[in-house]
């Protein structure tokens, strides 16, 4: 059972950055698909992007697409998201997940296992 959790969360301005942070416990990534999901107020839950176990494939829903970046580092069982030019719709509780996946695929529609607690990112205008 892979433990997963977040940082780097906080308050920024509109057209500003951030970078999440998840770090996974109790397994290796290398055979996990990554991914970051988001959770407005009074919104249900949405991903964000997704990353294959081998990086090969990466997903951006269309609202975040030029603006954030996924990564990871299995040598560190860790997964980040590089998020600029932020706007005030990004605000949400952000999640990691992890779920076992194929080389060369990911999929923001899979229902992905393990999960964090979730790190808050608030942008003002």
């Known amino acids: 059972q892979v433990q997963v959790t977040e940082s780097g969360g906080g308050s920024e301005q509109a057209g500003g950055s951030l970078r999440l942070s998840c770090t996974a416990s109790?397994?290796?990534?290398?055979?996990?698909?990554m991914a970051w999901f988001r959770q407005a107020p009074g919104k249900e839950r949405e991903g964000v992007t997704c990353?294959?176990?081998?990086?090969?494939?990466?997903v951006y829903v269309d609202s975040v697409k030029g603006r954030f970046t996924i990564s990871r580092d299995n040598a560190k069982n860790a997964l980040y998201l590089k998020m600029n030019s932020l706007k005030p719709e990004d605000t949400a509780v952000y999640f990691c997940?992890?779920?076992?996946?194929?080389?060369?695929?990911?999929?923001?529609?899979?229902?992905?296992?393990?999960w964090g607690q979730g790190t808050q990112v608030t942008v003002s205008s």
């Open positions: 997940a992890f779920i076992r996946g194929p080389i060369g695929l990911c999929s923001l529609a899979w229902s992905y296992r393990s």
């Open positions: 109790g397994s290796t990534t290398h055979d996990y698909s």
């Open positions: 990353m294959s176990r081998d990086g090969v494939s990466i």
